[in-house]
């Protein structure tokens, strides 16, 4: 069975070695999402001062953010939000992030309610609170 490597033009840049999905059959599987925002590369809702300090900090934005960019890469692999059949979050703080999350999912995943995991984690690959692993069913 071969597998077709997808590179969303819109969605933020990978921060390392690796495409944004993979199709392989009828299955899409898309590599860590983030909240990055695809132009300037930013986090939304995160401010550091010049000590790398938060001054501003919007848990819930960073959420529909990274929802957005799921979007984006499904849509540029052929595919659709309702067509996510699991999905795996990494937290950074768990106690602290996981209700907002939680209700923001709900709210996203209304109409499609998909198999999830979610973990809790000490630290991701860049300056972010949340990313997503995602497989979605294709035709």
């Known amino acids: ?11 933020p840049k990978p921060v390392g070695a690796y495409p944004h999905a993979r199709k392989v059959g ?18 939304p809702g995160l ?16 959420c529909r953010s990274v929802f957005d ?9 052929g595919a659709k939000w309702e067509d996510l059949v699991d999905v795996t979050v990494f937290l950074t703080n768990m106690e602290r992030d996981f209700l ?9 995943f209304k109409d499609n309610m998909p198999c999830r995991t979610t973990v809790g984690v000490s630290s991701l690959p860049a300056p972010i609170c949340i ?6 069913l294709v035709e």
Do not use: H, W
């Open 69 to 77: 960019n799921v979007r984006i890469v499904l849509e540029a692999s």
């Open 47 to 62: 401010k550091r001062n010049e000590a790398g300090q938060y001054v501003e900090f919007d848990f819930a934005a960073q």
């Open 1 to 11: 069975m071969s597998s077709k490597k997808i590179d969303a033009s819109k969605a």
């Open 131 to 136: 990313e997503l692993k995602c497989i979605a």
């Open 100 to 108: 907002t999350y939680n209700q923001l999912y709900a709210e996203y």
């Open 26 to 43: 009828n299955f899409l599987f898309l590599s860590g999402i983030g909240p990055r925002d695809p132009e300037t590369n930013g986090v």
